[in-house]
């Protein structure tokens, strides 16, 4: 029996004391990486940090550094909660894979035989596919459906169900399974898919079937106003400038979003993660087999260019280092892990069993890596 969500957060187990040592880690260079962080916000390249570095599941470094509110004066806290945004389609798909495991799909099934609006899908210049869109296809972003940002997907008043058709609608960029092209119009698909199976609606199932198994009691989709007090605020840098960012509203669409609508802790994180590096099992029960657990993080995208740095493949809901070079230099091959616009971040070196959570909320102007993220991955790689 699963306890209810308030009740939750007091039967949540201990976390244990972060010790470097105890861990298996240098103690010299977890202090290196802390106190970088740590200048990163005293210099104000951002506001407030939290990190969580761990080997072999102990945890070498558990630390909250800056400010939560800057403007406000509320120091962060390790309990804070962040906007993760794009690390949402990782959640989405575990979410998928939940169903493989129950039976009630393929992941080689075509999109259109769980939404029959996807049965008529067309090419850019109004051809048939040789392929319709496969659910594979989808978490590997090799789908054909193009990346948008169109007013569709902000529409308040749309339900995922009218995500789906708009996306069914759209042409497809592309031969399916022939590309890789980031997307977030496929993600919201899978969410659709997923309630169109289960009979849930996506947040509930992914609450039944992840959170309320994996301890993520303070994971959410809609923050409770209870607990909008720990939200992050966002930044943004201008000319050089940390200034707090034009606010989002916290709920502002009616569906909740697949692809960008998780707010979550990096303890919560972690422990996703963690449940991902041990083969789908988390401290409370199993949420994969070990087979979907391991299918996630294998690359689908075969030596195609994917991801937005060299050196990458794809998985399900995953980026994963396939050849070591720039900030993943010192990363073993199969390292896996995703990241977002307010450059939250993951990542897991199955190899090493080290992985390592930083989240700040700091707003990039493209979609890149920013210095402290790039320079805090780098430093996770020089760990053994």
């Known amino acids: 029996m699963i306890a209810p969500r308030w009740l939750q957060r007091f039967l949540e187990p201990a976390v244990p004391k972060a010790d470097a040592a105890q861990a298996g880690f240098l103690t010299g260079r977890i202090a290196e990486i802390e106190k970088d962080v740590s200048d990163f916000a005293a210099r104000g390249k951002l506001a407030g940090a939290v990190i969580l570095i761990s080997k072999g599941g102990k945890l070498g470094s558990y630390r909250a ?86 007013p569709e997907f902000l529409n308040t008043d749309f339900t995922l169900s009218d995500i789906a058709q708009f996306a069914a609608r759209s042409p497809l960029g592309y031969e399916p399974g022939t590309h890789w092209a980031y997307s ?131 998985g399900y809901g995953f980026s994963l280092v396939t050849s070591p070079n720039g900030i993943f230099r010192n990363h073993s091959v199969g390292t896996f892990g995703h990241g977002s616009y307010y450059q939250t971040h993951g990542w897991v070196d199955p190899v090493k069993g080290i992985t390592g959570v930083l989240c700040c909320q700091n707003r990039a102007d493209a979609m890149v890596v920013t210095d402290e993220v790039a320079h805090f991955v780098a430093m996770l790689g020089a760990l053994d």
């Open 65 to 150: 550094f800056g400010w939560q509110d800057r403007e406000a004066q509320i120091p962060m806290s390790r309990n804070s909660i962040f906007r993760v945004l794009s690390m949402s389609k990782s959640v989405t798909c575990a979410a998928l894979m939940c169903l493989v495991d129950d039976g009630k799909l393929s992941v080689q099934d075509t999109v259109a035989q769980h939404l029959p609006e996807f049965t008529g899908v067309r090419l850019a210049d109004g051809t048939k596919p040789n392929q319709g869109p496969k659910v594979w296809q989808l978490m590997a972003h090799s789908s054909g459906l193009v990346d948008s940002f169109s």
């Open 184 to 314: 977030n119009g496929g993600l919201a698909v899978v969410g659709r898919i997923i309630e169109k199976i289960s009979r849930l609606s996506y947040e509930s199932f992914v609450q039944k079937r992840i959170f309320d198994l994996s301890d993520m009691g303070s994971s959410y989709f809609h923050v409770p106003k209870e607990e909008q007090r720990r939200v992050v605020a966002v930044y943004r840098i201008a000319e050089g400038v940390l200034l707090p960012d034009v606010e989002d509203t916290l709920n502002p669409l009616r569906y909740v979003a697949p692809v960008n609508g998780l707010r979550t802790t990096a303890l919560d994180l972690w422990r996703f993660y963690e449940m991902i590096r041990n083969g789908g099992l988390s401290n409370r029960a199993r949420i994969l087999s070990e087979k979907s657990a391991n299918h996630m993080i294998s690359v689908q995208t075969e030596d195609r260019n994917a991801g937005f740095l060299p050196g990458m493949g794809y």
